[in-house]
C-alpha cells in the first residue's frame, strides 16, 4: 500500500460530534476516493475525486463531506456521527479512467457512541 | 446494484493452484475487471487486471471468457499467506465496485 497515508488509524467519538478523516498520498493520482468496509461486508464507496476541485458521490454518501484543495489531500468530514458510521474506512488513490489501478491505505478505524 | 457474483468461501491444499470464479453478466464493453484481496483488515492489495484478453503477472493469472461475463483468478502455487478474501471487481471508470468477495483458506 505504497504511498496513501490515512489518519488517525483509530478514533473514538460521541453521537453528533464531527470529525475529519484525513488522507493524503505522494504519487501525485489524479484519482482519490473513500470506502468503508461493515464487518464481514466488502467495501462501498462514499465519495470520489477525480483531481483537484473535482469531487463526485459513491454509493453511501449520506452523512459525509470531501473537499479536494490539492492533488495530495482527500479529507472526509463526518459532519454529526452516528453509530451507523462505526465502520472501517479506506482511502485509495490512483491513475484516473480505466485500466488504471488504485492503491489502497491501510484503513482508519471509527466507533460512535 | 450487485456487478459481481463469487462464492462466499473455497478451500485450496497448499502448493495447488486456487481457481476462484466470478460471475459479471452485466458488464459493458470497455469496462475492466480487477481482483483485490484483503488479508485481515488490511487495505485490499491489487493482484490483476483485464480487459478482454487473459492477463498473467507475478502473483497471478486472469482469465476472461470470451463473452466477458465470467473471469477466473488462478494462483498458481497457492501458499499459507495467501489466505485472504479476494474481490472480483468491475470498474465503471470511476467507481470501483467491491462484491462480497470470496475467502479462500489455504490449507496445510
Known amino acids: 500500500n505504497a504511498g496513501v497515508t490515512q489518519t488517525p488509524k483509530f478514533q473514538v467519538l460521541k453521537t453528533g460530534q464531527s470529525m475529519t478523516l484525513q488522507c493524503a498520498q505522494d504519487m501525485n493520482h489524479e484519482y482519490m476516493s473513500w470506502y468503508r468496509q461493515d464487518p464481514g461486508m466488502g467495501l462501498r464507496l462514499i465519495h470520489y475525486?477525480?483531481?483537484?476541485?473535482?469531487?463526485d458521490q459513491g454509493e453511501v454518501p449520506n452523512g459525509y463531506n470531501v473537499s479536494r484543495s490539492t492533488t495530495e489531500d482527500f479529507p472526509l468530514r463526518l459532519l454529526s456521527a452516528a453509530p451507523s458510521q462505526t465502520s472501517v474506512y479506506f482511502c485509495?488513490?490512483?491513475?484516473?479512467?480505466?485500466?488504471?489501478?488504485?492503491?489502497f491505505g491501510e484503513g482508519s478505524w471509527l466507533t460512535v457512541v | 446494484d450487485a456487478k459481481t457474483t463469487q462464492p462466499p468461501s473455497m478451500d485450496c491444499a497448499e502448493g495447488r493452484a486456487a481457481n476462484l470464479p466470478c460471475n459479471h453478466s452485466?458488464?459493458?464493453?470497455?469496462?475492466?475487471v480487477y481482483w483485490y484481496r484483503q488479508i485481515h483488515s488490511q487495505g485490499p492489495q491489487y493482484i490483476i487486471h483485464?480487459?478482454?484478453n487473459n492477463e498473467t503477472n507475478e502473483m497471478a493469472s486472469l482469465i476472461i471468457t470470451e463473452d466477458r461475463k465470467s473471469s477466473t483468478l488462478i494462483l498458481p502455487h497457492a501458499t499459507l499467506r495467501d489466505t485472504a478474501v479476494y474481490y472480483c471487481?468491475?470498474?465503471?471508470?470511476?467507481?470501483?465496485?467491491f462484491g462480497t468477495g470470496t475467502s479462500l483458506t489455504v490449507i496445510p
Open positions: 483485464g480487459l478482454k
Open positions: 485509495a488513490s490512483g491513475g484516473s479512467g480505466s485500466g488504471n489501478t488504485i492503491y
Open positions: 452485466t458488464i459493458s464493453g470497455n469496462e475492466y
Open positions: 471487481i468491475v470498474y465503471t471508470g470511476n467507481q470501483f465496485y
Open positions: 475525486s477525480v483531481g483537484a476541485g473535482i469531487t
